[in-house]
């Protein structure tokens, strides 16, 4: 089945570095993948968006790949702050044609003063 | 400023009542989702719709209805209500294509007792 999956649960980071989430996917080739954020006990909140035939995309301090060789995404935070706390979702639709819009489970960055 | 709108942000409801959660959104987009989301399993589907009447199931539809007779409102109904399905439900609205952003709504944290 086309699985959208997140290997890490939880990640903790030092202040001012780089963070580095993944996203897999599995049985499929989304041609598009998004990031969320989603702070707890809210909903979550839509940060970038990245192509199939985008290799990268960046948006302030935030920058996501896309290679569809390893069918990973990452999503990369520099210079990271306490305030980048929260966890982080990647989604895609199933397949070509579906409406249906499926998230990994996240991971969880904290960033430590 | 784009909104999607929980009728409840925390219910409680008993054992074996009719549950009702409504969702509004005033983006006139064609697409809407029902998820749910419990700790280590993520965000879970459970229905979608891409028009008005349409429907879909999601990965979890299991003792779960819907109902979207106005394109603005995508209603979730427990037609009996049971302890496993407590957790935080998220309503989310798009537009019906692969490359547009999902907004969500505040959550609603249902607890069945």
């Known amino acids: 089945s086309q699985k959208i999956e997140q290997n890490s649960e939880a990640l903790n980071i030092q202040e001012g570095k780089t963070a580095t989430l993944t996203c897999n996917y599995t049985n499929y080739s989304p041609a598009y993948l998004q990031w969320y954020r989603q702070d707890p006990g809210r909903g979550p909140v839509f940060l970038l968006l990245?192509?199939?035939?985008?290799k990268e995309k960046r948006k302030e301090r935030l920058k996501v790949t896309f290679d569809t060789t390893l069918k990973q995404s990452l999503f990369h935070i520099t210079a990271s702050q306490p305030a980048d706390s929260a966890t982080y979702l990647c989604a895609a639709y199933s397949g070509a044609g579906s409406y249906q819009l499926t998230f990994g489970k996240g991971t969880k960055l904290s960033v430590i003063p | 400023d784009v909104k999607v709108t929980q009728s409840s942000r925390y219910l409680v409801k008993r054992t074996g009542e009719k549950v009702f959660l409504e969702c509004v959104q005033d983006?006139?987009?064609?697409?809407m989702f029902w998820y749910r989301q419990d700790p280590g399993l993520g965000l879970r589907l459970i229905y979608f719709?891409?028009?008005?009447?349409?429907?879909e199931k999601g990965d979890i539809p299991e003792g779960y209805s819907v109902s979207r007779e106005k394109k603005e409102r995508f209603s979730l109904i427990l037609e009996s209500a049971s302890t496993n399905q407590t957790s935080m439900y998220l309503c989310a609205g798009n537009k019906g294509s692969a490359n547009t952003e999902a907004f969500f709504g505040q959550g609603t944290r249902l607890t069945v007792v």
């Open positions: 990245i192509r199939e035939n985008e």
């Open positions: 983006m006139d987009h064609e697409n």
């Open positions: 719709s891409y028009d008005v009447k349409m429907k």
